[in-house]
């Protein structure tokens, strides 16, 4: 296709990484997509490479051989992300702290490796996948939500800031989505007296992934962002109700929002 991207899209192994990165590849875009544990390789339509979001070195490794093969870097999606799951009550400090240094911390480390050859090309998409608990918290995913909430304050900054240099910043924020975090969800459980509310909550978390988003998607979505020249900043993806409850978050009192959602969830 004409117009084609060189696109690195992190956490690309399994789940919305790779489906988009299989859907892009498809479309003619060069793809390179990473996994803590691959190997240099093409896997299917593109090619994995090894880089740890956690780890300063291997980020910028990773960006070096994109430029070297490729030369140019036109869009990053930061996909990377655990998922702990448990009352903020029972997560150790050291849980919380690694739940920040992949959703969050490893998104900053891979902007701040892209950003310097993005301003020197003077064009490029930066991509986060954030999630619609970036916008309204999940009970007994505090700390996941935590995170994203972050990831939504930097993005919205870092757009500001980049966009003298031609580069665009966007979110995509999906709800509950059918990929592999309902099995590899991190449960961190310790206090029985939180117990009947811990199960309800994982268990409807659980049937809405299983029914939920297809994360086939992502992909499309994400090439229209930055197929756009003007994108904006927040692309919200769900099924129906989860949307509108954020939005509906907005604009009513918390209380009766909360009402709702201890209702509907059974908290």
């Known amino acids: ?7 690195l899209i992190t956490g ?9 990165a299989e859907f892009l590849s498809r479309r003619g875009h060069t793809v390179y997509g990473t996994s803590r544990r691959a190997q240099v390789s093409v896997s299917g339509p593109f090619q994995m490479i090894q880089m740890d979001v ?3 070195e291997s980020v910028a490794g990773g960006i070096r051989l994109i430029l070297e093969q490729e030369k140019r870097l036109d869009v990053v999606v930061n996909n990377a992300g655990i998922n702990l799951a448990g009352p903020l009550e029972d997560a150790t400090l050291d849980e919380a702290k690694s739940q920040f240094e992949t959703n969050f911390f490893g998104v900053l480390r891979v902007c701040k490796a892209a950003l310097p050859v993005m301003r020197q090309q003077g064009t490029g998409y930066i991509i986060n996948i954030s999630s619609i608990a970036g916008r309204a918290a999940a009970p007994y995913q505090g700390l996941y939500s935590a995170t994203k ?3 939504e304050g930097l993005s919205e900054a870092l757009r500001v800031e980049v966009r003298h240099f031609g580069i665009k910043v966007a979110m995509i924020e999906p709800g509950d989505s059918r990929t592999p975090t309902t099995e590899h969800r991190i449960k961190i459980f310790r206090t029985p007296a939180y117990a009947e509310y811990y199960n309800n909550a994982i268990a409807a978390y659980e049937h809405d992934e299983r029914n939920g988003y297809p994360p086939e998607k992502i992909g499309p979505l994400i090439e229209q962002i930055f197929q756009n020249p003007n994108p904006r900043l927040r692309y919200m993806c769900g099924m129906t109700f989860q949307k509108a409850g954020a939005t509906l978050k907005s604009f009513v009192p918390h209380r009766l929002y909360e009402w709702v959602l201890v209702r509907l969830y059974k908290f």
């Open 1 to 7: 296709m004409n117009n084609s991207k060189v696109i």
């Open 12 to 20: 690309a192994s399994s789940g919305i990484g790779k489906t988009s």
């Open 54 to 56: 956690n780890d300063d």
């Open 149 to 151: 909430f972050a990831v």
